[in-house]
C-alpha cells in the first residue's frame, strides 16, 4: 500500500488549521444564542453571522483536503506557496469580512469592511486555481 506523505511545511500548516477548529466550535454555540434571540441582532446581521460560521467550517475542511494534493504538484516556489495557503488564508479572511462588515447595532447593510472578504474571496481563487492546474500539470 502508498503511503502519502506531507511535507513538513503542510504538515505544520495542517496542525495550525485544525486547532482553528476550536474558534468554529466557539462559533457554532455563539450561533445557538442568536438563533434562540438571546443576541439582538437584524435580519442582515444574522444572516452574515450564518455566511461567516458557514465559509469558516468549509473552508477550513477545503484547506485540509488541499494540503493532502499540494505535496503532490510539480509546483515550486510562491505558486506552491499560493496553492498551499490560499484556501486557508481566504477561511479567515472571507469569514472575518462577514463578521467585520456586519459589526454594530442595528446595522442592515455591509460597512467598508465588506472589502476583506473580497479579498478573501482572491486568495480563495487563487489557492483553488493554482492547486487545480499543479495537479493536471504533474
Keep these: 500500500m502508498a503511503t502519502m506523505a506531507l511535507s513538513t511545511e503542510s504538515r505544520i500548516i495542517a496542525g495550525a488549521v485544525l486547532l482553528t477548529i476550536v474558534t468554529i ?9 442568536i438563533a434562540r434571540g438571546e443576541v439582538p441582532m437584524t435580519d ?13 467550517g468549509v473552508l477550513v475542511i477545503l ?12 509546483l515550486t516556489g ?4 499560493i496553492a498551499r495557503l490560499g484556501v486557508p488564508v481566504a477561511a479567515i479572511l472571507m469569514s472575518a ?4 462588515s456586519s459589526a454594530g447595532r442595528n446595522v ?7 472589502v476583506v472578504l473580497w479579498i478573501g474571496a482572491l486568495s480563495l ?5 493554482s492547486l487545480g492546474v499543479g495537479l493536471l500539470t504533474a
Design 44 to 56: 442582515f446581521q444574522k444572516a452574515f453571522a450564518r455566511a461567516g460560521h458557514g465559509h469558516a
Design 125 to 129: 481563487a487563487a489557492g483553488v486555481i
Design 78 to 81: 510562491v505558486l506552491l506557496w
Design 108 to 114: 442592515t447593510g455591509p460597512n467598508r469592511f465588506i
Design 97 to 100: 469580512g462577514f463578521f467585520a
Design 25 to 33: 466550535q466557539v462559533g457554532g454555540w455563539f450561533m445557538t444564542r
Design 63 to 74: 484547506s485540509l483536503v488541499g494540503l493532502l494534493y499540494v505535496d503532490a504538484t510539480g
